[in-house]
């Protein structure tokens, strides 16, 4: 014996509850560094997921005095394979997004795509505003959880 699987029970690198999926999930923000107070960007929020995702909640903050939000569109990513989806958004102006996408599907989307675009305005000028994920709890087949590392904060710089 090399004494290899002795570490099973002492020090398993992934810590999981049960019918959790631990796997490498990945979300990235993508939109300009700079932008001018009044005008309006896109910023997109991508993910690739080794496990299935059939649901999506996300929890989205920002600075309700910088930034306003135009809209919420649904991208890609939750429709891999032609699946149709069920997706809502609800935007607090206290600062928060609140996003749902499921599939109407058994079946869980993985391939890299646009979760959503968020179409933002900078109101007020500031040298750097956050605007950060607070949660996202995906859900795969079977009602399995599945961990998704939530991406760094986006900043974008509003010029006067």
């Known amino acids: 014996g090399t004494g290899a699987g002795t570490t099973a029970e002492t020090g398993t690198p992934v810590v999981t509850a049960p019918g959790t999926l631990g796997v490498n999930a990945a979300m990235s923000w993508q939109g300009p560094n700079t932008v001018r107070a009044g005008e309006t960007f896109a910023l997109q929020l991508t993910m690739q997921s080794e496990a299935p995702i059939v649901t999506l909640p996300l929890v989205i903050?920002?600075?309700?005095?910088?930034i306003e939000v135009v809209g919420v569109t649904e991208g890609?990513?939750?429709?891999?394979?032609?699946?149709?989806?069920t997706f809502s958004s609800r935007v607090d102006p206290n600062g928060q997004v609140i996003?749902?996408?499921?599939?109407q599907a058994s079946t869980g989307a993985s391939a890299l795509g646009t979760v959503i675009t968020?179409?933002?305005r900078g109101i007020?000028?500031?040298?750097?505003?956050r605007i950060q994920?607070?949660?996202?709890?995906?859900i795969g087949p079977l009602g399995r959880s599945v961990i998704v590392p939530v991406p760094a904060p986006y900043t974008v710089k509003v010029t006067p």
């Open 124 to 129: 007020a000028a500031a040298d750097s505003t």
């Open 133 to 138: 994920m607070d949660n996202a709890a995906a």
């Open 99 to 103: 996003v749902s996408i499921t599939r």
């Open 76 to 85: 890609t990513f939750m429709r891999d394979g032609g699946v149709a989806t």
């Open 61 to 66: 903050t920002f600075d309700p005095k910088v």
């Open 118 to 120: 968020l179409n933002l």
